[in-house]
């Protein structure tokens, strides 16, 4: 089993529409939860970042955290077209080694 | 915020040459960069941590020999493919720990696409 699932889509919508991306992990010794956005042939960029469980907003986004369940999402909302890319979502605990989902492919159709 | 500069951030290199990529911290000192690799449609994979002046250490599966990492000052590690064959042909991404811990504190650079023919 992965420590990290998550579902590679692709994922296609219209422009506006509340975008939900999930993970779900393994392992309980995670604590630090993470969601990247990552264009073509660039770096993972940080969008959010969560400590233990709960909800984040930051603007458009809002991450919630499950640690119950093992399991994390994104929400994006008024999805717009520059919003289309690759979202990762990682995790650690207290050390420095990140796990990693495989991305979700995300098209915002204008 | 908090920069890594990654370079080249594209490089295409003969079968059974060598091919060195940058990875610097532009404004903080980083005590650790991280090592990733990913191929198409895939995760990022951990290949290495380093810390600055000491040797690295590599995860299981990675040939350190091949895969050569210096991180000679606080601002700088090099990844050095050695031989490098088609195989290797992937998309290389450093990530640099922030010694001072502010805020988040890791950050990613822009990647390297390498491609061996």
């Known amino acids: 089993q992965k420590e990290v699932e998550q579902d590679p889509g692709p994922l296609s919508v219209p422009e506006g529409a509340i975008v939900s991306l999930n993970c779900t992990y393994s392992?309980?010794?995670?604590?630090?939860f993470m969601w990247y956005r990552q264009y073509s042939r660039k770096g993972p960029e940080l969008l959010m970042y969560t400590y233990s469980s709960g909800n984040k907003e930051d603007g458009r986004f809002t991450a919630q955290v499950d640690k119950s369940s093992k399991y994390i999402s994104l929400f994006i909302r008024d999805s717009q077209p520059s919003d289309s890319a690759t979202y990762l979502c990682?995790?650690?605990?207290?050390?420095?080694?990140?796990?990693f989902g495989t991305g979700t492919s995300l098209t915002v159709i204008p | 915020g908090a920069v890594v500069s990654q370079h080249p951030s594209w490089v295409i290199c003969k079968s059974g040459t060598s091919v060195k990529i940058e990875c610097r911290s532009l404004d903080f000192q980083a005590t650790t960069m991280f090592w990733y690799r990913q191929f198409p449609k895939q995760s990022l994979m951990l290949m290495a941590t380093?810390?600055?002046?000491?040797?690295?250490?590599?995860e299981q599966g990675v040939e350190k020999d091949k895969f050569l990492i210096n991180h000679a000052s606080l601002t700088l590690s090099t990844l050095t493919v050695t031989s490098a064959h088609p195989e290797d042909s992937s998309f290389y991404i450093c990530?640099?720990?922030?010694?001072?811990?502010?805020?988040?504190?890791?950050?990613f650079g822009s990647g390297t696409r390498l491609t061996v023919v």
């Open positions: 990682a995790m650690k605990n207290t050390g420095n080694q990140f796990y």
């Open positions: 380093s810390n600055e002046g000491s040797k690295a250490t590599y």
């Open positions: 990530s640099a720990r922030d010694r001072l811990g502010q805020g988040y504190g890791y950050t």
């Open positions: 392992n309980s010794a995670f604590q630090y």
